[in-house]
T-cell receptor, first 113, second 117 residues
Framework: QKEVEQDPGPLSVPEGAIVSLNCTYSNSAFQYFMWYRQYSRKGPELLMY????GNKEDGRFTAQVDKSSKYISLFIRDSQPSDSATYLC?????????????FGAGTQVVVTP | SAVISQKPSRDICQRGTSLTIQCQVDSQVTMMFWYRQQPGQSLTLIAT?????????ESGFVIDKFPISRPNLTFSTLTVSNMSPEDSSIYLCSVEGYTGGSYNEQFFGPGTRLTVL
């Protein structure tokens, strides 16, 4: 079983819709939870990070972490064609160095005009 | 933030040969990381490279196959040795950048797309 599970998609939504992404994980030591966005032929870029459980909002993006269920989510409101990308969840245990991230496989999102 | 460049951006190689990938950062960083991104699979950490010391490899990756150099605080190389088609992947370099918060953001290079025939 993989430590981090993520549905690869693709997830196709019309412009303006809410995009809902999620990951599940098995390692209860994970404390830091990140969402990265990766455009085609580019490296991943950090969108948001959350420490422990709770919600975090940044503009059109909301990240949620439910440690009791080992489940994290990312919501994108008012989606735009420019949001079309692959979204990767990543996690880190507090005892690991920052570089030791465990990634999900990524969900491809397509926002159609 | 950190700006990272990688060379080459892509290459097609014959099995049994080796390829060295370069990673250049626009600022001095302590730790650099090398990841592999295989089609349909998650980014996987290959090794951590600190300047002035031997790289630390993750389970399943060995120095003979993926030798790493870290000659200074802005540069690193990853060599993929004795390549086979299974090594076809995207290889990414990343660094930590201090952003003033409780979390040091990781910045990624654009990746090197390797195809082994």
């Amino acid at each position: 079983q993989k430590e981090v599970e993520q549905d690869p998609g693709p997830l196709s939504v019309p412009e303006g819709a809410i995009v809902s992404l999620n990951c599940t994980y098995s390692n209860s030591a994970f404390q830091y939870f990140m969402w990265y966005r990766q455009y085609s032929r580019k490296g991943p870029e950090l969108l948001m990070y959350t420490y422990s459980s709770g919600n975090k909002e940044d503009g059109r993006f909301t990240a949620q972490v439910d440690k009791s269920s080992k489940y994290i989510s990312l919501f994108i409101r008012d989606s735009q064609p420019s949001d079309s990308a692959t979204y990767l969840c990543a996690m880190s245990a507090a005892t690991d160095s920052w570089g030791k991230l465990q990634f999900g496989a990524g969900t491809q999102v397509v926002v159609t005009p | 933030s950190a700006v990272i460049s990688q060379k080459p951006s892509r290459d097609i190689c014959q099995r049994g040969t080796s390829l060295t990938i370069q990673c250049q950062v626009d600022s001095q960083v302590t730790m650099m990381f090398w990841y592999r991104q295989q089609p349909g699979q998650s980014l996987t950490l290959i090794a951590t490279a600190n300047q002035g010391s031997e790289a630390t490899y993750e389970s399943g990756f060995v120095i003979d196959k993926f030798p790493i150099s870290r000659p200074n605080l802005t540069f690193s190389t990853l060599t993929v040795s004795n390549m086979s088609p299974e090594d076809s992947s995207i290889y990414l370099c990343s660094v930590e950048g201090y952003t003033g918060g409780s979390y040091n953001e990781q910045f990624f290079g654009p990746g090197t797309r390797l195809t082994v025939l």
